[in-house]
Protein backbone atom coordinates (compact mmCIF):
# COMPACT_ATOMS: atom_id res chain seq x y z
CA UNK A 1 0.00 0.00 0.00
CA UNK A 2 1.34 3.19 -0.65
CA UNK A 3 2.50 5.92 1.50
CA UNK A 4 -0.91 8.11 0.66
CA UNK A 5 -2.88 5.16 2.34
CA UNK A 6 -1.66 6.69 5.97
CA UNK A 7 -1.83 10.22 4.81
CA UNK A 8 -5.86 10.68 4.76
CA UNK A 9 -9.08 9.27 4.98
CA UNK A 10 -10.20 7.06 1.97
CA UNK A 11 -13.26 6.25 0.28
CA UNK A 12 -14.82 2.86 -0.22
CA UNK A 13 -13.72 2.97 -4.16
CA UNK A 14 -10.54 3.85 -3.56
CA UNK A 15 -9.74 1.39 -0.81
CA UNK A 16 -11.09 -1.38 -2.55
CA UNK A 17 -8.96 -0.48 -5.49
CA UNK A 18 -5.71 -0.19 -3.25
CA UNK A 19 -6.34 -3.35 -1.13
CA UNK A 20 -7.83 -5.75 -4.41
CA UNK A 21 -11.20 -5.91 -2.35
CA UNK A 22 -14.40 -4.96 -4.05
CA UNK A 23 -16.75 -2.35 -2.87
CA UNK A 24 -19.89 -4.91 -2.21
CA UNK A 25 -17.27 -6.90 -0.18
CA UNK A 26 -16.36 -3.18 1.63
CA UNK A 27 -19.87 -2.57 2.25
CA UNK A 28 -20.40 -6.47 3.40
CA UNK A 29 -18.21 -5.95 6.26
CA UNK A 30 -19.74 -2.74 7.63
CA UNK A 31 -23.19 -4.80 7.23
CA UNK A 32 -22.53 -7.27 9.39
CA UNK A 33 -20.70 -4.83 11.45
CA UNK A 34 -17.37 -6.10 10.93
CA UNK A 35 -15.65 -3.41 9.68
CA UNK A 36 -17.31 0.14 10.06
CA UNK A 37 -15.72 3.03 8.69
CA UNK A 38 -14.87 5.96 11.34
CA UNK A 39 -16.11 8.69 9.24
CA UNK A 40 -18.59 9.62 6.55
CA UNK A 41 -18.96 12.85 4.52
CA UNK A 42 -21.39 15.33 4.72
CA UNK A 43 -22.74 13.29 2.02
CA UNK A 44 -22.77 9.91 3.60
CA UNK A 45 -19.97 8.50 1.80
CA UNK A 46 -18.26 6.19 3.81
CA UNK A 47 -14.41 7.27 4.69
CA UNK A 48 -11.78 4.76 6.43
CA UNK A 49 -9.20 6.20 8.50
CA UNK A 50 -5.39 4.91 9.46
CA UNK A 51 -6.98 2.40 12.29
CA UNK A 52 -10.12 1.07 9.80
CA UNK A 53 -6.96 0.03 7.50
CA UNK A 54 -4.75 -1.49 10.12
CA UNK A 55 -8.18 -3.61 11.15
CA UNK A 56 -8.97 -4.35 7.59
CA UNK A 57 -5.38 -5.47 7.01
CA UNK A 58 -6.20 -8.00 10.05
CA UNK A 59 -9.76 -9.03 8.73
CA UNK A 60 -7.83 -10.43 5.21
CA UNK A 61 -4.55 -12.19 6.94
CA UNK A 62 -7.35 -13.90 8.77
CA UNK A 63 -9.32 -14.75 6.03
CA UNK A 64 -5.84 -15.93 4.30
CA UNK A 65 -5.46 -18.61 6.68
CA UNK A 66 -8.85 -19.58 6.18
CA UNK A 67 -11.27 -18.09 9.08
CA UNK A 68 -15.15 -17.50 8.69
CA UNK A 69 -16.26 -13.84 9.27
CA UNK A 70 -17.82 -15.06 12.35
CA UNK A 71 -14.59 -16.30 13.82
CA UNK A 72 -12.71 -13.50 12.35
CA UNK A 73 -15.28 -11.02 13.78
CA UNK A 74 -14.80 -12.85 17.27
CA UNK A 75 -11.09 -12.90 17.16
CA UNK A 76 -11.28 -9.21 16.59
CA UNK A 77 -13.97 -8.37 19.23
CA UNK A 78 -11.70 -10.52 21.84
CA UNK A 79 -10.03 -7.56 24.40
CA UNK A 80 -7.67 -10.57 25.02
CA UNK A 81 -7.01 -11.30 20.94
CA UNK A 82 -3.41 -12.30 20.97
CA UNK A 83 -2.46 -13.45 16.68
CA UNK A 84 0.02 -15.93 18.24
CA UNK A 85 -3.13 -17.86 19.93
CA UNK A 86 -4.37 -17.22 16.49
CA UNK A 87 -2.04 -18.73 14.77
CA UNK A 88 -1.52 -21.59 17.76
CA UNK A 89 -5.52 -22.06 16.83
CA UNK A 90 -4.98 -22.14 13.31
CA UNK A 91 -2.40 -24.82 13.72
CA UNK A 92 -4.71 -26.89 15.82
CA UNK A 93 -6.84 -26.59 12.77
CA UNK A 94 -4.85 -27.83 10.20
CA UNK A 95 -3.62 -31.01 12.65
CA UNK A 96 -7.19 -32.29 12.93
CA UNK A 97 -7.59 -33.75 9.33
CA UNK A 98 -4.06 -35.37 9.38
CA UNK A 99 -4.57 -36.88 13.20
CA UNK A 100 -7.86 -38.95 11.65
CA UNK A 101 -6.11 -40.28 9.25
Not at 16 to 32: D, F, M, N, P
Request: contains cysteine.
Amino acid sequence: MSERLWSTAWKVGDLAKQTGLSVRTLHYYEEISLLKPSQRTEAGHRLYTKKDIIYLQQIVSLRQISFSLEEIKDCLNNANFSPKAVIQSHIAKLHKPIQLQ
